[in-house]
């Protein structure tokens, strides 16, 4: 076997040019999206109002295993891909461990995260639908930069609602998304009526993703030519991110490289989803076993004290009910809470697969986090997003226990983005002020009576 490199990167031409859909191998499918009305499966008609016709049809589709990657969109991902697989010698022998630590980095692009693969897909395919523009809900910020420079690429409109404390903690995130012409607007607004509803019902609320999902709804809804879209959670965009993935096992297949152990932050599940879909399809199909970890805040642990039953994707109830793992479309994570990952559900998919005991899920207090930030920081030389530092905790977590027991483990993470944009979350924690904050049962108990109730849901 030849010497691992710092940096595994791939040749242009070894870039997947089939996404997989892991539902494919799935024998417990996701359950259907369900219309709150009727409470039956939603048609490709009525999700055709909200989503583009090409992304319903992915949306709905269980069974193709490969779908082709239009040249046009392959031709956009080149300008950033393929993105490196990093073999972290210097973490490694900081933590003096016989562990293998290795990270698919997706950072390097303007938006500095993974989002941007899934933002050019459904941009172009709204493009082709001929439509004038998207609107879409940003929380940290990262997915309406996604999206902004993906409009921009395809000159589309793009209308982006924006969590007002990011709004006004993030300028300059703002700043960027309006330098790719896009339209920011801080939510709840007055500009939708589930918005005038939220802010009379709430004055003074700094705003949640499931509020901001509501209006960039309605908004797309109310106008002609537009399309809503969303950057994370949706089967579709789990598809779209299984470029990282894909790589990711072509760069360790190049080397003779076998994972034992492959870890992702999760806030809607998109990049752990599009990491492990490989590794988990051959772990379906009986091909190979890896043990999967999903990490996310101790704030907001949607996996690990969440309900697995239908409930609306956002806090206004105007979005179809998914089937997933869920603390209440109104669940607000306190207010110092500083590390991202803070969406109330998760992807339909990891959430299956986890009911079904085929992947684990760890949840980390904010204060870890930051410090597992900051000791990958000075050894890697990357900043990186607080999102990402979950899955760096988790890893450098693992990683010790191999020094404990002397196991060779070979460990992969990924790390989804920097964190430019997150600097007051680290200024707090460098200044000794930030605080970790667990929900109580009562906090949870307040977030599940917000969910649905209805024969066979949340009925226990
Ligand atoms: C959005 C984001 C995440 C979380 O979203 P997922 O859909 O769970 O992947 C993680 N890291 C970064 C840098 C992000 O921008």
Redesign the pocket.
């Known amino acids: 076997m030849s010497e691992i490199p710092y940096k595994i990167y791939l040749e242009e031409s070894e870039m997947p040019k089939q996404w997989y859909n892991l539902r494919a191998d799935m024998k417990n499918k996701p359950a259907p999206l369900l219309n709150p009305g009727t409470l039956k499966p939603m048609t490709a008609e009525e999700l055709g109002q909200v989503f583009c016709e090409e992304l319903v049809k992915q949306e709905l589709d269980d069974t193709t295993p490969y779908i082709d990657i239009p040249d046009e969109i392959r031709d956009f991902y080149k300008m950033y891909r393929p993105s490196p697989l990093v073999r972290a010698y210097c973490l490694e022998k900081k933590l003096d461990t016989p562990a293998k630590i290795y990270y698919k980095f ?2 390097n692009n303007t938006s ?4 941007l693969n899934s933002a050019i897909a459904q941009a172009y395919y709204a493009k082709k639908q001929g439509l004038k523009g998207v609107t879409t809900e940003t929380g ?1 910020g ?2 309406g930069t996604a999206l902004s420079m993906a409009c921009a690429y395809l000159d589309l409109d793009c209308q982006v609602y924006m969590v007002k404390c990011s709004y006004e903690q993030k300028p300059f995130r703002r700043e960027v998304m309006r330098t790719y012409g896009a339209q920011v607007t801080p939510s709840p607004s007055d500009t939708t009526e589930v918005g005038r509803k939220i802010l009379k019902e709430h004055p003074g609320t700094t705003g949640s993703l499931g509020c901001a999902i509501s209006e960039a709804v309605e908004r797309a809804t109310s106008m002609e030519g537009y399309r809503y879209v969303l ?3 949706l089967n579709q ?1 789990l598809l779209h ?1 299984t470029v990282i993935g894909l790589e990711t096992k072509t760069a360790l297949d190049k080397y003779g490289v076998t994972a034992d152990m492959i870890i992702g ?8 989803g599009g990491l492990i879909s490989p590794f988990m399809g051959e772990k379906l199909r009986g091909e190979r076993d890896y043990q999967i970890i999903a990490v996310e805040p101790a704030s907001c642990p949607s996996f690990t004290r969440g309900k697995f039953v239908y409930d609306f994707c956002d806090t206004g109830m105007v979005t179809p009910l998914q089937k997933m793992y869920t603390l209440g479309n109104n669940f607000i994570p306190s207010a110092n809470h500083a590390g ?2 803070r969406y109330h559900g998760m992807s339909a998919v990891l959430s299956q697969l986890y009911h079904d005991g085929l992947m684990e899920a760890r949840a980390v207090e904010q204060t870890s986090v930051f410090q597992a930030a900051e000791e990958f920081a000075r050894v890697e030389g990357i900043l990186p ?1 607080p ?2 530092a979950h899955a760096i905790r988790v890893a450098m977590d693992e990683a010790l226990k191999c020094k404990e027991t002397g196991e060779e483990k070979t460990i992969v993470f990924g790390l ?2 920097t964190g430019y944009f997150d600097m007051y979350a680290y200024e707090n924690f460098n200044n000794g002020t930030m605080s970790d904050y667990i929900p109580t049962d009562e906090d949870l108990e307040a977030g599940f009576a917000g969910i649905p109730r209805f024969p066979g849901n949340m009925t226990d």
């Open positions: 997706e950072g500095g995260s993974h989002k940290a990262q997915w950057g994370s959670v965009v991110q932050c999760a806030g809607g599940g998109s990049n752990l991202g990952l997003a999102e990402s989804t983005g």
